[in-house]
């Protein structure tokens, strides 16, 4: 027992999270009635999830949305769109309803167009318009009720990157102009930090882009931080229990760079800091931080097919594990964390075309043998963060 404590403390065993034990499971729930793929999805006040346009099966952006009951586990329609889209973003906002941001429309153009949907009448209504039409923009709720829309492009899906950024203020329904990124950008992450500032980091504008970038509401601009290691299109990016920002994943080139290394953006230092790699390199999958600290990391795209394997990063550790695969492999969907600590995933696409279903992500019950070896890793995930700071 001591030589195994020793191995542990020196980081030659890799300690699973709690629920390594017994690995967490994907099952399937209620399909939606339309197969969807970059849609959004929004948890609502009130536990239900809401399901916004996307693309059908011939590539035609939707206008419908259906909600998600988890107490029913089935799907029902509500309001239809005044915009059909996909690739929008969405946010909940403070009050209650749901904004609906961008995207490419019917005309297959991004558009300016933004909705609100309100749960108490399953309605959507029109609201102030984008200053500049967007595809793909990056959409955050700010600390101080405004919401921040940055980069995407505008046009096809092979327009022009955008570096503008926009503020909407949903006491005026109007959109304002704010600092723009010193780097345009599109298929980039946008991450609100604990000190309220938001970190832009990854994407793409004809080359990989590195270059992440803080926007600092105090004052409207972005401003340079430290870089990744590598260029990132497509990864996901997590706020952390302790402030810091998981990166995974991603894609470093155009043909076959998919990443499976992931690093900690740590907001004290500026600095991204080295952690382990993915199991599996996977690009455009989704991330959900989970009750236990835990992030779940499901499906996405190598470049050559989707995947269905899942893996879940434990902070106090710095190590990937593998997890419950899904019943289908998928990109292009959604992950959303429900009321009840569960994982809801929705439609996408398979290698074999859009998908209806959805599947329900069960987190296990930690064991007291798994806790007792997450203590032992989370001293030695301490310390290893210690020796990265110091260098």
């Given at each position: 027992m001591p030589h195994f404590l020793f191995l542990l403390f020196l980081g030659f065993v890799a300690v699973p999270p709690s629920g390594a034990a017994a690995p967490g499971t994907f099952t399937l729930t209620g399909g939606m009635s339309s197969a969807r793929s970059l849609h959004t999805a929004t948890l609502l006040g009130d536990g239900r999830v809401l399901v916004c346009g996307g693309a059908d099966a011939t590539l035609q952006a939707l206008s419908t949305a259906e909600i998600y009951d988890p107490r029913t586990a089935t799907f029902s329609p509500t309001g239809t769109m005044s915009t059909a889209r996909f690739a929008a973003n969405a946010t909940l906002l403070p009050d209650g309803r749901v904004l609906i941001v961008g995207g490419?429309?019917?005309?297959?153009?991004?558009?300016?167009?933004?909705?609100?949907?309100?749960?108490?009448?399953?309605?959507?209504?029109?609201?102030?318009?984008?200053?500049?039409?967007?595809?793909?923009?990056?959409?955050?709720?700010?600390?101080?009720?405004?919401?921040?829309?940055?980069?995407?492009?505008?046009?096809?899906?092979t327009g022009t990157p955008l570096a503008s950024a926009e503020l909407y203020d949903p006491a005026s329904g109007t959109f304002s102009l704010t600092g723009s990124m010193d780097?345009?950008?599109?298929?980039?992450?946008?991450?609100?930090?604990?000190?309220?500032?938001?970190?832009?980091?990854?994407?793409?504008?004809?080359?990989?882009?590195?270059?992440?970038?803080?926007?600092?509401?105090?004052?409207?601009?972005?401003?340079?931080?430290?870089?990744?290691?590598?260029?990132?299109?497509?990864?996901?990016?997590?706020?952390?229990?302790?402030?810091?920002?998981?990166?995974?994943?991603?894609?470093?080139?155009?043909?076959?760079?998919t990443l499976a290394s992931a690093e900690i953006y740590d907001n004290a230092s500026g600095l991204f800091l080295g952690t382990g790699s993915m199991g599996e390199a996977r690009g455009r999958q989704t991330a959900t931080l989970l009750g236990d600290g835990t992030v779940l990391i499901a499906g996405g795209y190598n470049l050559q097919t989707p995947l269905a394997s899942a893996e879940l990063y434990d902070p106090a550790s710095g190590l990937f594990f593998a997890t419950g695969s899904m019943n289908e492999a998928r990109w292009r969907h959604t992950e959303t964390l429900l009321d009840d600590g569960r994982v809801l995933i929705v439609g996408g696409e398979d290698a074999t075309g859009f998908l209806r279903s959805a599947e329900i992500y069960t987190v296990p019950e930690p064991s007291t043998c798994a806790l007792l070896l997450m203590t032992v890793a989370g001293g030695l995930g301490w310390m290893r963060r210690q020796q990265s700071r110091s260098r």
């Open positions: 490419e429309d019917s005309g297959n153009v991004s558009t300016t167009s933004v909705e609100l949907f309100n749960p108490a009448t399953g309605m959507f209504s029109l609201t102030g318009s984008l200053l500049v039409s967007r595809l793909n923009p990056t959409v955050t709720m700010l600390g101080n009720g405004l919401v921040l829309v940055a980069g995407g492009y505008e046009g096809t899906s780097v345009a950008r599109r298929n980039h992450t946008a991450t609100l930090l604990p000190d309220a500032t938001v970190l832009v980091a990854g994407g793409y504008n004809g080359t990989y882009v590195n270059a992440p970038e803080i926007y600092q509401p105090s004052t409207g601009l972005f401003v340079p931080t430290g870089d990744m290691s590598v260029a990132r299109r497509y990864p996901t990016a997590t706020l952390l229990p302790d402030g810091g920002v998981l990166l995974a994943g991603g894609y470093e080139n155009g043909t076959d760079g």
